[in-house]
């Protein structure tokens, strides 16, 4: 007879310091050590401590929380973070991620209104990852609604897969709001798949960020789909907690989202081996 065992993969689950919000990125590593995650994923935005290296390496060591990926900050609330240049932006989240042992940096396509940075964007990442061991993973975005209106706010597109990357980076939340097939993006991304944001989302035109399983995305099929594809990169936990009443309710979310993700990824694991 043989007895199924559970072999977790390989792959470390992070939490985004972006979940926290409006707590502060000190308060991610907190949690993060607390609650037993892998590391965490640095978004770069206006809390002048997820800016400074030194600030996070000491929080890294304190906490004894690694930091694995850097969010490079190209959301349009950091637009002046880090330099106007988006260039600069990401050769400093290059540097950061460097310095503190990450092994990738996650970065948007450009906004459209960015000409001379969505012209050169491609052919620019391929050539600043190829001066480093880190990993530029591009991540998915999606159309913009309002009502019946569509707007097209990235280039050269939203689907990234369209175009030339080595590393691509899949955000579930944002495969709900421009309502692609998460599954069938992630078989287009192929081995060049680096990089995990899971989420969830129902369709709106918001990016909701939902924790795990309690959208319509297909989040337990794609933790299920890389345990058994042998995916080296990171999951990372990026949901919306915003709305928690208090400290006890985010934590608990954020808890919540963890154990979704590891069942997930350990249940497509399993295995069978002769009973002793």
């Not at 050169?120 to 019946?148: C, H, L, Q, S």
């Not at 985010?250 to 997930?264: G, I, N, V």
Request: negative net charge; glycine residues 4%.
């Amino acid at each position: 007879m043989a007895e199924p065992v559970v072999r977790i993969p390989d792959a470390k689950v992070a939490l985004s310091t972006a979940s926290v919000y409006p707590e502060s990125t000190a308060t991610a590593f907190e949690i993060a050590a607390r609650l037993g995650y892998d590391g965490v994923e640095i978004m770069v935005w206006t809390d002048p401590v997820s800016q400074d290296i030194e600030a996070l390496r000491r929080l890294s060591d304190y906490h004894q929380v690694p930091i694995l990926a850097v969010h490079a900050p190209c959301l349009l609330i950091t637009q002046r973070v880090w330099s106007t240049d988006p260039w600069t932006k990401l050769r400093r989240a290059q540097a950061a991620a460097e310095k503190l042992g990450a092994s990738t940096v996650v970065v948007h396509p450009p906004f459209r209104w960015q000409r001379q940075y969505a012209r050169d964007f491609v052919t620019g990442i391929w050539r600043m990852a190829d001066e480093t061991d880190v990993r530029f993973a591009v991540e998915n975005m999606y159309p913009w609604r309002y009502k019946d209106r569509e707007m097209l706010a990235y280039a050269p597109e939203w689907d990234v897969t369209k175009d030339d990357y080595r590393h691509f980076t899949v955000d579930l939340s944002h495969t709900a709001t421009a309502r692609t097939d998460a599954l069938a993006m992630i078989d287009r991304m192929g081995d060049r798949l680096g990089h995990v944001h899971l989420a969830d989302g129902k369709g709106s035109a918001k990016d909701e960020h939902l924790v795990p399983g309690r959208g319509n995305q297909p989040c337990a099929e794609v933790l299920e789909r890389l345990a058994l594809t042998g995916f080296d990169g990171h999951v990372v936990i990026e949901v919306n907690t915003r709305r928690a009443m208090s400290a006890a309710e985010r934590e608990a979310d954020l808890a919540e989202a963890l154990a979704f993700t590891r069942l997930h990824l350990a249940s497509a694991g399993r295995s069978r081996v002769p009973r002793s």
